[in-house]
T-cell receptor
Framework: TQLLEQSPQFLSIQEGENLTVYCNSSSVFSSLQWYRQEPGEGPVLLVTVVTGGEVKKLKRLTFQFGDARKDSSLHITAAQPGDTGLYLCADASNFGNEKLTFGTGTRLTIIP | GAGVSQTPSNKVTEKGKYVELRCDPISGHTALYWYRQSLGQGPEFLIYFQGTGAADDSGLPNDRFFAVRPEGSVSTLKIQRTERGDSAVYLC???????????FGPGTRLTVL
């Protein structure tokens, strides 16, 4: 089973600042997903990356997949209070069995 | 359209009791998953259904946990002889087959006293 480590575990920053959170694995991902989870809700899919070196943008969020497909980062520009939540990366590489293996998560708080 | 729904939203029970947690997936989704999320952790996979059959139950922690999906739609997660360590949020997700996208419900928060 792939072990996914996310860092930092907690992050609290002021509104308008930029931030980056990381997801690292001991093994190669075939497919990696990022989710955001708000209190009392289930995780919501933000993006799926499959190609080494791939960069995807979703408004102020930029997702990067490492060239070796063993790590990924999420960069948020000009953070807003609505970005507050638990950010989870997940290994979605189980072809034919689509169970997800989640990382430990980064709990992000944006202070107005 | 309606998303994945889970009932109850909260369940408090005593150690040793039996509980059932229900999941209503998005209509037409053939795949259904159960995950468990402990405080401060990411969700952990429990079981995966494709249609009516459990395609992968490797995440169930022991034989006190059992899940069914008799008609390929609604699923029930059953926990016998609950223990305090079973306290967690139990998440259900559904997916159209082959898309790689799972849609999660809000979860059931189980507290075992």
């Amino acid at each position: 089973t792939q072990l996914l480590e996310q860092s930092p575990q907690f992050l609290s920053i002021q509104e308008g600042e930029n931030l980056t959170v990381y997801c690292n694995s001991s093994s190669v991902f075939s497919s990696l997903q990022w989710y955001r989870q708000e209190p009392g809700e289930g995780p919501v899919l933000l993006v799926t990356v499959v190609t080494g070196g791939e960069v995807k943008k979703l408004k102020r969020l930029t997702f990067q997949f490492g060239d070796a497909r063993k790590d990924s980062s999420l960069h948020i520009t000009a953070a807003q209070p609505g970005d507050t939540g638990l950010y989870l990366c997940a290994d979605a590489s189980n072809f034919g069995n689509e169970k997800l293996t989640f990382g430990t998560g980064t709990r992000l708080t944006i202070i107005p | 359209g309606a998303g994945v729904s889970q009932t109850p939203s909260n369940k408090v029970t005593e150690k040793g009791k039996y509980v059932e947690l229900r999941c209503d997936p998005i209509s037409g989704h053939t795949a259904l998953y159960w995950y468990r999320q402990s405080l401060g952790q990411g969700p952990e996979f429990l079981i995966y259904f494709q249609g009516t059959g459990a395609a992968d139950d490797s995440g169930l922690p022991n034989d006190r946990f059992f899940a069914v999906r008799p008609e390929g739609s609604v699923s029930t997660l059953k926990i016998q002889r609950t223990e305090r360590g079973d306290s967690a949020v139990y998440l259900c997700a559904s997916s159209p087959r082959g898309t790689g996208t799972q849609y999660f419900g809000p979860g059931t928060r189980l507290t075992v006293l």
